[in-house]
């Protein structure tokens, strides 16, 4: 079995900060049990001796990547990412690339520093309007205490030595543009080293996030432009496990993912990705409890 990745999904006990108009974790109801505690928690030992096991399996498998995700922002609870990193360096760090998933708040020069320090090389920014720094914000939702300006935080991202990968939402904010390029002119001012364009996913639970994605699919014909651009312009350097190609383009990598959560119906030999849960158990499937590995 190829497994590409390992999410680790860090508990949150509080909702999350930002408020995301889509938020695909809202679409789903978490009845995954958040089993973390403090050190001083006769449990810490156990849960991390739990989640030590689920290491060594994505290791076994050849697993070299590791994401820090969650239902919130990882950054809301760096105790978790304290311990994290108390595992993998009992380990001797078998994962040689670590990422964070994040919409960009709490990313203040300290929690960059612990970042750095735990081993994360790559930060992957979600932005919903790269153009809009008003307009990115309004859609993430983000609290008027913890707003920021796209430019000032790539700088200071790239400043603490990290790569910067843009994943942009792609939603009809982006209607008018009718030239691919002008996404990379952006891309080269903000420092970008990788891009991912995602496609909008929605779950058909009928959640009001599910119907604010369906009202803001990107227009027809897009994102073939942009596809058409890449193939065009870029240079092709090697085909990921899920089937989605690497392409070199204006020296960033750059990837076009239209299945970000993973639903394909075809059983096959392939997983996109390992799940570690706040219950501190390994499943293959966001919304499934029945993906249950162990």
């Known amino acids: 079995m190829i497994i590409q990745t390992m999410s680790i999904v860090v508990p949150t006990k509080n909702r999350c900060v930002n408020d995301c108009a889509f938020c695909c974790s809202k679409t789903h109801t978490n009845d995954y049990e958040d089993r973390f505690r403090d050190k001083e928690s006769q449990d810490y030992l156990l849960y991390k001796s739990d989640l030590r096991r689920r290491f060594d399996y994505a290791r076994i498998h050849d697993v070299d990547t590791i994401i820090l995700t969650g239902t919130g922002e990882a950054l809301q609870n760096v105790p978790f990412l304290l311990m994290v990193d108390e595992i993998l360096k009992e380990m001797n760090n078998p994962f040689p690339r670590i990422e964070i998933q994040t919409s960009g708040v709490m990313l203040t ?29 309004k859609i993430i939702g983000v609290h008027p205490n913890l707003q920021f300006k796209l ?34 002119e952006r891309f080269t001012e903000l420092g970008a080293n990788q891009i991912t364009f995602r496609e909008m996913y929605y779950s058909g639970n009928d959640t009001k996030e599910d119907q604010w994605i369906k009202e803001h ?78």
């Open 109 to 137: 020069d300290i929690n960059l520093t612990i970042l750095r320090q735990i081993g994360v090389s790559t930060i992957s920014l979600s932005i919903s309007n790269i153009f809009d720094d008003e307009s990115n914000l």
């Open 151 to 184: 430019d000032e935080l790539c700088k200071k991202i790239k400043s603490h030595g990290f790569n910067l990968r843009l994943s942009l939402n792609m939603t009809n904010v982006y209607d008018k543009i009718s030239k691919p390029g002008v996404f990379f």
């Open 217 to 294: 699919l990107i227009r027809e014909g897009l994102m073939d432009d942009i596809r058409q651009y890449i193939k065009d312009q870029g240079k092709a350097q090697y085909i990921l496990p899920f089937g989605a190609t690497v392409y070199s383009i204006h020296k960033m990598s750059t990837v076009v993912d239209d299945d970000c959560m993973d639903t394909k119906t075809e059983v096959d030999d392939i997983l996109k990705y390992l799940i570690l849960r706040e219950d501190g158990k390994l499943y293959t499937d966001w919304g499934d409890e029945g993906s249950l590995i162990f």
